[in-house]
């Protein structure tokens, strides 16, 4: 099978395409067909080596896992022996061992059947980015007022759309290019922020969700109610010791003192969110926004694009589809999808 590895790490040129085994699976494991599969900050990340503090995970001097990818979706294609939720033939996402092949391993607990009115690009673009949006605005409910800072990337359109729900008002930060696209997926109010400063206004919020970590913990603390909520999750690797690392440590520091609350949390992938996703997903309340498709032969510009940190909303690497590529238009889009599918209990 052709598959995208990596033996070092680097910029995109250390990403080589070529020809491998098909990965064995265990008895809980499910061998995925590869239709599609999405791209993460995370990607460009690992295959970085960034920060260095994670090197122990990813590997200390190359990577530990040779073919990168995470977020799938695709056919399964075998079960192993103690599988009990799928069988070969199902559309599936989720998470699975090195995506960026044709053929991955995935455990039965990080998959779940695909949402029927989402195309596999679609579906790709769904788990990592879906789950941390909804993990990260749990417990919001109606009467509060949420600000997504950095909301036109893949993890700010998923949330803006998974915190709009009545009663709640949803206020999106981006540039200018941006913001009718986020009007157009329910953003109640948006921000410039080339124009203005959302940390600096009169305005608090309940909840900040903050994708970018490019304001002070103080000022951000300054945008929230005197009960509000911080939930920080800018990556900043370009801090490349401790990324975003030493910036939560201060800010728990911080928070204790006050009656505010910093929210933080790592993004797992749990079979019961991606349930959650599929619903809101066939229910006609969230729809992925894609920015770019490419051909898994251009694997390395993908990454490329989403290291760039301007990606509106996500990034997708279509693995079975013929080469041809998908470029963006004017402005990248919500693709519209069809009547609401009813959901079995």
Do not use: C
Not at 81 to 89: E, H, Y
Not at 168 to 191: F, K, P
Not at 261 to 274: E, M, N, P, V
Request: aromatic letters at 6%; charged letters at 20%.
């Amino acid at each position: 099978m052709q598959a995208i590895m990596q033996d070092r790490y680097g910029s995109a040129g250390v990403l080589e395409s070529g020809d491998i085994e098909k990965p064995d699976i265990g008895d809980d494991q499910v061998l995925v067909r590869v239709q599609a599969a999405g791209v993460n900050p995370a990607d460009w990340a690992i295959m970085s080596g960034l920060p260095y503090v994670a090197r122990p995970v990813y590997g200390l001097r190359r990577p530990k896992a040779g073919v990168r990818g995470t977020d799938v979706s695709g056919t399964v294609e075998a079960v192993g022996a103690l599988v009990t939720r799928f069988k070969p033939g199902d559309e599936v996402f989720g998470s699975a061992d090195g995506s960026f092949a044709e053929y991955a391993a995935a455990s039965e607990h990080t998959l779940a059947r695909k949402p029927g009115n989402l195309t596999f690009e679609q579906a790709a673009a769904v788990p990592m980015a879906g789950q941390v949006a909804l993990q990260a605005l749990r417990g919001v409910e109606a009467g509060h007022k949420v600000l997504i800072n950095g909301a036109s990337g893949g993890i700010g359109t998923f949330a803006v759309q998974i915190a709009k729900s009545p009663g709640v008002e949803v206020t999106a930060v981006a540039s200018t290019r941006n913001l009718d696209m986020l009007r157009s997926i329910g953003a109640d109010d948006v921000i410039d922020y080339t124009h203005d400063d959302f940390t600096q206004g009169a305005q608090r919020y309940d909840l900040i969700l903050d994708n970018l970590s490019n304001h002070s913990l103080s000022d951000l603390r300054r945008a929230l109610t005197p009960t509000g909520i911080l939930v920080p999750n800018g990556g900043r690797f370009d801090k490349r010791w401790f990324a975003s690392g030493g910036r939560v440590i201060a800010g728990m520091v911080m928070f204790r003192f006050v009656s505010q609350t910093l929210r933080t949390f790592i993004q797992s992938t749990k079979h019961a969110d991606l349930l959650e996703l599929k619903e809101l997903i066939e229910a006609g309340l969230v729809t992925p926004v894609i920015d770019r498709t490419y051909a898994l032969s251009e694997t390395a510009q993908a990454i490329g694009h989403v290291g760039e940190g301007h990606a509106r909303g996500k990034t997708v690497i279509s693995v079975s589809a013929s080469p041809m590529v998908l470029r963006p238009g004017p402005a990248a889009q919500a693709i519209p999808a069809p009547a609401p599918i009813a959901v079995a209990s």
